[in-house]
């Protein structure tokens, strides 16, 4: 166990130099000058002005050294929690503008992956026993799994944002509203939350269903469910078991799923307005805003890699024969 | 009297109709005999094991019955049936290499099982511990997973196993099939000595290996194409077989002390009826080199020695 651990800790710590270093170096290969841009914005005509705030703001920003410079400053500034100075929010802090944004992400990513994965999977498991609900799930599970996260994120804000008008269509609270700890806040933030919540919950929904359900259907023919059955085992049993074998894969398929359930809630984001960190990916690109964008993907890097990481070793307690096979015990 | 089976009819449900796999079949099998059945694939043999234990979802029960011990079993009820699996007949199956859950420790597994036929794992675990033993494993296997053992280490996991509750009948399919012949030869001797330690008390191995019988068989039941060829001792069978069929069979093992380099060694010509439509009468009559017109009338399956059943019209 300790080995297999030093081996994924030093597998991850790869994958992260090279996801921050490809992090750097993208906004820096995108067409377009930050800093112009910065001094556009002033609107000054005089040409050594222009000069003497494009000299400023280089500097401010690190930008005249030469890259390998750039690039070592980054990391160096990385480990002191400095991801620099937004240019779209000048003079604001990428790290604060990130982590104001992050709860948002979060609070709809964190709820829709676990409970899509838990009513998914259970839906999958009981359509595997009852035809009358498998020829329900099944149609209706294909059909919502095929669904693009923004399109069906589309059809909700209009069904029941402008159409039935349950629920605001866009942004993380009202703009009336100050941000406070209240209950009229908390009703408020929870009332824009349910759409994006509910695109990403239904599109995850259908495909751990489907899944499990074929999982399921192929555990109970195993050898080890007939042998059970054979001795009298009654049929909770044999089920409970296949259940717990059938989780197996559908965990790895969680830890293959995460990136892709990760862009959707960006895009979901950007539908809702919802002020997570995928309205700020598309904020920080649109404004040509180097250092937010850098700590933006940071953050999702970051996040990616540990909730691997987490599902590595969950898998490793849950399934003893990848535990003998990386000791090396013989069968 | 142990195990009777009369005129058990098992069919297999297909889309071009129902295959009889088992089609009449009469037999009994005393208290402490352990009768082997023998024949070729698709001779109905495994079909027989699963009628008297579990029907698969395919499995039809078409007619006859089956009394264990002078109660009739419900065999076609799954329900009612579950009652009398494991602790009257028991089962030990031909995938025993993967008969346990991969991801439960075997004492778990036991335990659960156990559980489930309301038997306190504590109780039973002094005496599964003296089993194991028995067959050669240590107590420890019962906190490894099944992936830690081997091949014949799961086989006598689940030869204990399937026998812990002491059934009035077990059948053991192909048992040995999956094994190299020393382990086999362990778990033949296994399997004869839960009988005479009275673990279990009568036993129907199922082969297509004559010499696996020979080994552990008190009778030899030879089957063809969902019939009944021939039942007589074991001894019996290999020295004066009656049955043209089983002559045959016999006649196709090589023999110790023979040179093959020579001679050809026989097999039988042909192959058997199919099951969907089987012909009327004997079914071996096709193949046989005795047959004649009698055999267009299915011959009877009768006794003409002490313990000698033959269904031969060519055998007086």
Redesign the interface.
């Known amino acids: 166990m300790r080995g297999y651990l030093a081996r994924k800790t030093v597998i991850y710590g790869l994958t992260f130099v090279v996801a921050v270093t490809l992090n750097w170096l993208i906004p820096r290969l995108m067409p377009g000058d930050p800093v112009q841009r910065m001094v556009a914005r002033a609107a000054v005509q005089h040409p050594e002005t222009i000069a003497a705030m494009t000299a400023y703001y280089e500097q401010t920003f690190g930008l005249d050294l030469p890259l390998w410079q750039q690039y070592l400053n980054y990391w160096a500034a990385l480990f002191r929690g400095d991801l620099g100075t937004s240019v779209w929010l000048f003079p604001a802090p990428v790290a604060q503008v990130v982590l104001d944004a992050v709860p948002y992400t979060l609070g709809i990513m964190i709820p829709a992956i676990l409970l899509s994965f838990v009513v998914g999977n259970s839906v999958g498991a009981m359509a595997a026993r009852s035809r009358w609900l498998d020829n329900v799930a099944l149609p209706v599970g294909y059909l919502i799994t095929a669904m693009p996260y923004m399109w069906l994120a589309i059809l909700l804000a209009w069904g029941f944002g402008v159409a039935l008008g349950w629920f605001p269509v866009a942004g993380g609270y009202d703009f009336g509203m100050v941000p406070q700890w209240s209950w009229a806040f908390a009703g408020d933030l929870l009332q824009h939350w349910v759409l994006p919540f509910l695109s990403l919950f239904l599109v995850s929904l259908g495909g751990w269903a489907i899944g499990m359900r074929n999982l399921i259907i192929y555990e109970l023919e195993?050898?080890?469910a007939?042998?059970?059955?054979?001795?009298?085992?009654?049929k909770r049993?044999v089920r409970q078991?296949a259940f717990?074998?059938a989780m197996?894969p559908q965990i790895t398929g969680l830890a293959l799923q995460l990136g892709t359930i990760l862009g959707g809630a960006l895009v979901t984001e950007i539908v809702f307005a919802y002020p997570g960190l995928g309205k700020l990916v598309l904020s920080a690109i649109q404004n040509q805003d180097f250092f937010l964008l850098q700590g933006t993907l940071l953050f999702v890097v970051i996040g990616v890699l540990l909730a691997n990481f987490v599902i590595d070793i969950v898998y490793v307690l849950?399934?003893?024969?990848t535990r003998?096979g990386l000791t090396g015990?013989?069968? | 009297m142990s195990l009777s089976v009369t005129d058990l009819r098992v069919h297999y449900r297909t889309l071009r109709g129902d295959v009889k796999a088992l089609d009449g079949v009469t037999f009994e099998v005393a208290d402490g005999e352990i009768m082997g059945i023998a024949g070729e694939s698709g001779c109905g043999k495994t079909t027989l094991g699963k009628a008297l234990i579990r029907l698969d979802t395919r499995m039809k029960h078409a007619g006859g019955t089956v009394a264990l011990d002078g109660e009739k079993l419900p065999i076609a009820d799954d329900g009612a049936m579950r009652r009398h699996r494991y602790r009257e007949v028991s089962l030990i199956p031909q995938y025993a290499m993967s008969a346990m859950n991969p991801t439960r420790k075997i004492g778990r597994m036991i335990r659960d099982l156990l559980a489930a036929h309301n038997v306190r794992y504590t109780d039973v675990l002094p005496e599964l511990e003296r089993r194991l033993e028995l067959v050669g494993l240590d107590a420890e296997v019962l906190k490894r997973y099944p992936i830690e053992l081997s091949g014949g280490m799961k086989q006598r996991v689940v030869l204990v196993l399937s026998t812990l509750l002491n059934p009035s009948l077990l059948i053991g399919d192909e048992v040995t099939s999956a094994l190299d012949v020393s382990s086999q030869k362990a778990v033949a001797r296994a399997l004869v000595e839960f009988r005479d330690h009275g673990f279990v008390r009568s036993m129907i191995v199922i082969t297509h290996d004559i010499s696996v019988l020979f080994q552990v068989a008190d009778t030899i039941l030879v089957m063809y194409a969902g019939h009944l060829a021939e039942k007589a001792p074991a001894r019996t069978i290999i020295d004066e077989p009656l049955h043209p069929y089983t002559k045959m069979l016999i006649g196709a093992l090589p023999k110790v002390g023979d040179r093959y380099e020579e001679q050809q060694l026989e097999g039988i010509e042909g192959r058997p009826p199919s099951l969907l439509d089987p012909p009327a009468g004997c079914r071996f009559r096709a193949r046989c080199p005795l047959a004649h017109d009698k055999c267009a009338e299915a011959p009877p399956f009768r006794e003409v020695a002490e313990g000698h059943q033959v269904a031969c019209w060519a055998v007086s």
């Open positions: 195993s050898d080890y007939n042998y059970l059955s054979a001795l009298g085992a009654p049993l078991y717990r074998n197996l849950v399934d003893p024969r003998t015990a013989t069968a």
